[in-house]
């Protein structure tokens, strides 16, 4: 029996598995691009069921994706689309509510919300360990981070503690990449690395530092270079010591 496909369409490879380790547990095939293109391949394989997806993407846009989806109706319409964005501003949820899309989740989400998502829009029935305590597991270390647990983790300590070693796995590769977007001025790679950084950051329990990255966002934004370098230089310094 094949199993309900979610396709997920995110270039963050630490929200990728944040999205990877909510659904774990729910009877479904994930599967996962990093741009449009990849992810309207996946679509013409067919079986697709949901589609989750970032608004800034490189190159085409999340919005593009969704345009193609409402304009093209072979290519997966009618699919449902939920957006999940860190840039769900009242403007954009006007503009994807009239693009006729399902649902929006703002980013961070926590792991509860988007099982919930996934199962309304699977139908699927809440499992019945679903109200089970979590698994005790030793303190968090910080207040932050116990905020951090129980808002986006729904109180699983080990959940946690997966996605936070997945993170600082990924956070050399995030380093290296700014380097070289510095190096290069290419401030639309840096803007979108920041972007990604402040919602895994707050995930993580670091809201000072996700605060810092949506800063460099913005100085991206702008082409404000000497703002982006000294952004960078400290948010850089935070994730090597972590």
């Known amino acids: 029996m094949n199993l309900p496909r979610v396709l997920l369409v995110e270039d963050d490879a630490s929200i990728a598995r944040f999205v990877e380790l909510a659904l774990e547990e729910l009877p479904i095939e994930l599967v996962t691009c ?3 293109g990849d992810a309207l391949l996946a679509l013409q394989a067919g079986h697709t ?3 989750i997806t ?3 993407l490189p190159g085409e846009s999340g919005i593009g994706l969704v345009q193609r ?3 093209e109706p072979g ?5 449902p689309v939920a ?4 840039g769900l501003t009242p403007a954009v949820r006007d503009q994807l509510g009239a693009m006729k899309v399902w649902r929006m989740l703002s980013k961070p989400a926590s792991v509860t919300e988007l099982e919930n998502c996934v199962r309304d829009a699977l139908a699927l029935p809440m ?6 305590q979590p698994s005790q597991a030793p303190a968090p ?3 932050a981070e116990a905020e951090a647990i129980a808002t986006h983790f729904a109180g699983d300590e080990f959940l946690f503690r997966a996605y936070r070693a997945s993170c600082l796995q990924q956070f050399p590769a995030d380093v290296h990449q700014g380097d070289a977007a510095c190096a290069a001025q290419d401030w639309p790679t840096l803007r979108r690395l920041a972007h990604s950084l402040a919602t895994v950051l707050l995930t993580l329990g670091h809201p000072t530092q996700s605060v810092r990255a949506r800063q460099l966002e913005n100085a991206a934004a702008q082409l404000a270079a000497s703002q982006c370098l000294d952004h960078w230089s400290k948010l850089r310094a935070f994730m090597i010591q972590l």
Request: a negative charge; aromatic letters at 4%; hydrophobic letters at 50%.
């Open 69 to 71: 989806l409402l304009h």
């Open 141 to 143: 270390a910080t207040q």
């Open 49 to 51: 069921r949901l589609i």
């Open 34 to 36: 990093t741009n449009v």
């Open 54 to 56: 970032d608004l800034m």
């Open 127 to 132: 499992s019945p360990s679903a109200d089970a």
């Open 83 to 86: 957006v999940f964005s860190a």
């Open 75 to 79: 290519l997966g319409h009618p699919i």
